[in-house]
C-alpha cells in the first residue's frame, strides 16, 4: 500500500522560504515520477512542479526560479524547497507519486497515490 504524508507547511511573510517534505512508504520513491500540486480555494489543481527517475525535473512558469524539488531515494522522501515566495503561492500543496509511468509531468492525471495536503500560507 502506497502512503504519502506531507509536511512542512505554514505561514510566513512574502520573501521568504518554506521546505515542504513528503515521505514515502510502500513502494521505492525512485523507481517512478513524482510530483507537488497546488490548490487554492477556488481555483483548479495546478502542477507545480515533477521528478522522474532519472532525475529530469521540470516546474510551472509561474514558480521557475524559485521553487526546486528534489528527492532523497535513502529515505524515501520528496522535497520542494520554495523561496522568494508570493502570497498567490498560498495554496494547499499535496504530493503526488505515479506508479502509471516512469515520465515527469505536471498533469495530475498521469499520478493515482496522493497524500492528504499541507496547507502554505503566505502573506504580504
Known amino acids: 500500500q502506497v502512503q504519502l504524508v506531507e509536511s512542512g507547511g505554514g505561514s510566513v511573510q512574502a520573501a521568504g522560504s518554506l521546505r515542504l517534505s513528503c515521505a514515502a512508504s510502500?513502494?521505492?520513491?525512485?523507481?517512478?515520477?513524482m510530483g507537488w500540486f497546488r490548490q487554492a480555494p477556488g481555483k483548479e489543481r495546478e502542477g507545480v512542479a515533477c521528478?522522474?527517475?532519472?532525475?529530469?525535473?521540470s516546474y510551472a512558469d509561474s514558480v521557475k526560479g524559485r521553487f526546486t524539488i528534489s528527492r532523497d531515494n535513502a529515505k524515501n522522501t520528496l522535497y520542494l524547497q520554495m523561496n522568494s515566495l508570493k502570497p498567490e503561492d498560498s495554496a494547499m500543496y499535496y504530493c503526488?507519486?505515479?506508479?502509471?509511468?516512469?515520465?515527469?509531468?505536471?498533469?495530475?492525471?498521469?499520478?493515482?497515490?496522493w497524500g492528504p495536503g499541507t496547507q502554505v500560507t503566505v502573506s504580504s
Open positions: 503526488a507519486a505515479s506508479t502509471l509511468s516512469s515520465f515527469c509531468t505536471r498533469s495530475q492525471y498521469n499520478y493515482n497515490y
Open positions: 521528478i522522474d527517475s532519472d532525475g529530469h525535473t
Open positions: 510502500g513502494y521505492p520513491l525512485r523507481t517512478y515520477s
